[in-house]
């Protein structure tokens, strides 16, 4: 098995060095990986010389919030307001006067918005009473969690809107 120190291996990989073999101590490289690196490979050269070859595919973070709105989707929610309440897990704890006195309950439309800017875990009010979960921001395009929004109080998962859409009121956070 070919051996490799991991300095000499990331120098190689990233400028396209080729070094002799000779040159190199021993450390085992089936056990290396780079971090966000998926593959790493050697590549022999010239008799005794070798040279790293690299494949950058890198592995997206989980983004744990869409994978447990996908386990609910197509599952009942209820009402858009107690949907986003319940998915993200607010006011479970709260006795009914401090739930009662908080900014984001009751009607959708009556909700106003406490940020200019969407990120993920926010809520997104619209004009005409509705509101969801974001649940991925990519530029200038958001991804939701709702339920009830084709009024038939089920969740759906993945509609896309973009941050320029002009029934967008504003933005909740938690």
Not at 66 to 79: I, M, N, P, T
Not at 146 to 166: A, C, H, Q
């Amino acid at each position: 098995m070919l051996k490799i120190v991991p300095l000499i291996l990331a120098l190689l990989a990233g400028v396209g060095i080729s070094l002799p073999l000779t040159a190199i101590n021993s450390v085992d490289i089936a056990n290396f990986k780079p971090q966000g690196i998926s593959s790493v490979g050697l590549e022999l050269i010239q008799g005794n010389t070798i040279k790293a070859i690299i494949n950058p595919i890198y592995e997206e973070p989980r983004n744990e919030l869409k994978d447990r709105a996908l386990q609910l989707d197509g599952k009942y929610g209820g009402q858009c307001v107690v949907f986003v309440r319940q998915f993200m897990d607010i006011f479970q704890d709260c006795n009914i006067i401090d739930c009662e006195a908080h900014a984001f309950r009751g009607y959708a439309g009556d909700i106003e918005p406490n940020a200019s800017y969407p990120k993920i875990g926010s809520a997104i009010l619209f004009e005409g009473g509705h509101t969801a979960v974001i649940i991925d921001v990519v530029d200038e395009t958001l991804e939701l969690a709702e339920s009830n929004y084709g009024f038939d109080e089920i969740i759906t998962v993945g509609r896309i809107v973009t941050t320029t859409d002009s029934n967008i009121k504003g933005y909740f956070y938690f």
